[in-house]
């Protein structure tokens, strides 16, 4: 789903608000938007750039799938493991690895609606994966070493304090568990003009996207051990680009979208229009993304940290 929130400077709390919003509310519920494109029950983006995904949007939810579920066997998420899914959205992530992997999922968001979302969804699929609270993951709201794995996926960006993010993973980490993150980072050849067109296209926090050389510092500082790290980078750049995604999303996403934006933006003043103006934003703000991995502004990658 796409909304622009007008500050540029926002907390947890507002981007709380902003997956609060009615309008986001009922994309999830109905599929639209975002949502929609990348399979119903994932808000991670497609970043495969083989033919048989990225020029078949039915299949990028299973790009996105097998991308999550590969993380989670590495990290060594097995069998009765109690995992933590940091900003879980609406569980697609969960919904995998709980399947694939008969892991215990715990999620944890801000968002009330997508915690609803969530449950909603697991029922209609008959996934056990139901169980989520409503926290901050910030100020993670479990014991010391009660879990056995903690994972993110494409959702760090968002908050202001990823220091404070890593510092209660470890915490609540058991001794050999594992930290796994799969998220986009800014790079030291990042702009300050393209860090904060990155925060309002993408609501995050005022200090949302992370340096990854930081990020990757700061991991270590805080306790854990770098064990693992996979760079998504070159293949998303290839993929996101004006003939690959594009194409794919004028002929096969667009044509969705605009026959449901009016269901979802029904405001006084609404005019078709709108939709189409929604519609070419998305399009240009993805294909942005992709001019940035291409061009050393940000990268996309999976890093996976133990501790001692």
Known sequence: M??????HEKDHRDVAAYYDQEPVAMAE???AGLIWFMGRDHLSPALSNADEYALDSSRWREAI????IDLARRMGIADGDKALELGCGIGGPGRDITESLHAQVIGLSISVKQLENLRRIS???SSPYTAAVMGDMQRLPFADTSIDHVYSINAIYHVNDPRAVIRESARVLRPGGKLGVDDWFITDDTSQ????ALRYNWSTGSNGFHNFDRFSETIEQEGLRL???IDYTTEAGEFLSEERFGVTYDAQIAPTLREAFPQLYQYEGYIPAHADLAIAQLRSNILYMGELYRTGGAVYR???AEKP
């Open 2 to 7: 796409y909304l622009i929130m007008s500050e």
């Open 65 to 68: 799938s097998n991308r999550v």
């Open 29 to 31: 519920t109905t599929g």
């Open 227 to 229: 064990v693992d790290m």
């Open 193 to 196: 003009e393209q860090h904060e």
């Open 302 to 304: 999976q890093v996976i």
């Open 123 to 125: 029922q209609e699929v």
